[in-house]
């Protein structure tokens, strides 16, 4: 390994479930994050725009920003659809604590780190291990 993100492990996924319950942003980013899987860029935007049904079955889909990058369309899974049931709608799924969307990815991710933080989960130097990013790292080839 040449370092990079750490990868959340199930300790970590439970320590950050138990100390943020059902109906916390905080839960819903992770969530949202867990359940698709994708960057940090495309979570400020995602939101009820960005669900659609096939045969009766909910998807969440997007165009993720990173150039390139292949159209998504997953299922959504029970545990994002559980956890919206706990939020108002609004225009984007993760939203301030003023219940407006983030501004930017870097605004979400620094308060991701916070959360983080709040958990317990921090490295040795004190500061938020795990990140967004090491969601993806639990994935075989993420």
């Known amino acids: 390994s040449k370092g990079g993100a750490t990868?959340?492990?199930?300790?970590?996924v439970q320590t950050f479930l138990t100390k943020f319950g059902p109906g916390t942003m905080a839960r819903?980013?992770?969530?949202l994050a867990y359940t698709t899987h994708s960057r940090i860029s495309d979570a400020p935007t995602m939101g009820p725009?960005?669900?659609?049904t096939h045969d009766g079955v909910v998807y969440i889909e997007w165009q993720p920003r990173k150039k390139g990058s292949t159209f998504v369309?997953?299922?959504m899974d029970e545990i994002l659809i559980s956890e919206l049931q706990h939020h108002?709608?609004?225009e984007t799924y993760i939203?301030?604590?003023y219940g407006q969307p983030f501004k930017s990815s870097d605004s979400l991710d620094n308060k991701v780190r916070k959360w983080v933080v709040e958990?317990?989960?921090v490295g040795e130097d004190g500061k938020a291990n795990p990140s967004h990013h090491g969601i993806r790292k639990r994935l075989p080839n993420a």
């Open 88 to 90: 108002d709608a609004r």
């Open 7 to 12: 990868p959340w492990t199930a300790k970590d």
């Open 28 to 31: 819903l980013w992770f969530c």
């Open 95 to 97: 939203a301030t604590e």
């Open 73 to 75: 369309s997953l299922p």
């Open 49 to 52: 725009a960005n669900e659609s």
């Open 119 to 121: 958990a317990g989960l």
